[in-house]
């Protein structure tokens, strides 16, 4: 039984089919990288929410201590405490998609909305040393400052991993890619948002 003869394949098709691999490969790695920088955003915006729920944790039950001493001043309790709704619905629009650049624009702004209505709460507390040193108070502020702490650490974890992201994907050829693979850029939490890629 004779096989049919295959046809020779020539050099150039040699070339063009070796051309065709590394670019497929290229492609392949490319969405690799960028959804294992995607993920790490992800695992940064974890901590983020860790520390969000230790301050979640202080913060209701600081206003309800406060209400006593700061009794005219129910107006800024009330303040901050819509104000940490707020915020607490825009964290939760972006832990859905912590690479969405505009649910970070939006937390970035609640979370500065909590931090004016916060500052007005603290200067209060202030005029008060007696009730802000109190045990009751002095722990919970303190637990509140602990958590400050944190969620400043975990922003800037967050933006280190949003960064790296941002820059691989702005990097040629790897950008011409992003239209194909629905990729877009991750937006920053310490206030300032990345353009898109061009």
């Given at each position: 039984?004779?096989?049919?003869?295959?046809?020779?394949?020539?050099?150039?098709?040699?070339?063009?089919?070796?051309?065709a691999a590394v670019i497929v490969f290229w492609m392949v790695g490319a969405y690799n990288r960028l959804v294992a920088l995607r993920n790490d955003i992800g695992a940064?915006?974890?901590?983020?929410?860790?520390?969000?729920?230790?301050?979640?944790?202080?913060?209701?039950?600081?206003?309800?201590?406060?209400?006593?001493?700061?009794?005219?001043?129910?107006?800024?309790?009330?303040?901050?405490?819509?104000?940490?709704?707020?915020?607490?619905?825009?964290?939760?629009?972006?832990?859905?998609?912590?690479?969405?650049?505009?649910?970070?624009?939006?937390?970035?702004?609640?979370?500065?909305?909590?931090?004016?209505?916060?500052?007005?709460?603290?200067?209060?507390?202030?005029?008060?040393?007696?009730?802000?040193?109190?045990?009751?108070?002095?722990?919970?502020?303190?637990?509140?400052?602990?958590?400050?702490?944190?969620?400043?650490?975990?922003?800037?974890?967050?933006?280190?991993?949003?960064?790296?992201?941002?820059?691989?994907?702005?990097?040629?050829?790897?950008?011409?890619?992003?239209?194909?693979?629905?990729?877009?850029?991750?937006?920053?939490?310490?206030?300032?948002?990345?353009?898109?890629?061009?």
């Amino acid at each position: 039984m004779n096989l049919p003869e295959m046809p020779e394949v020539s050099a150039a098709q040699w070339a063009v089919l070796g051309a065709a691999a590394v670019i497929v490969f290229w492609m392949v790695g490319a969405y690799n990288r960028l959804v294992a920088l995607r993920n790490d955003i992800g695992a940064a915006w974890q901590q983020i929410d860790a520390a969000l729920k230790h301050r979640a944790a202080v913060l209701p039950p600081l206003l309800t201590v406060l209400r006593e001493p700061l009794v005219g001043e129910e107006g800024a309790l009330d303040a901050l405490q819509a104000a940490l709704v707020q915020a607490a619905r825009a964290a939760a629009a972006l832990a859905a998609r912590p690479v969405a650049t505009q649910a970070a624009a939006d937390w970035v702004q609640a979370e500065a909305a909590l931090l004016a209505r916060a500052s007005r709460v603290r200067a209060l507390l202030d005029q008060q040393p007696a009730w802000r040193d109190s045990a009751a108070v002095a722990a919970l502020l303190s637990a509140w400052r602990d958590a400050d702490v944190e969620l400043a650490f975990a922003r800037r974890v967050f933006d280190t991993a949003a960064s790296a992201y941002n820059q691989a994907a702005t990097q040629l050829p790897t950008r011409w890619l992003l239209r194909l693979y629905g990729f877009g850029p991750a937006g920053l939490v310490s206030g300032s948002a990345p353009s898109a890629p061009a």
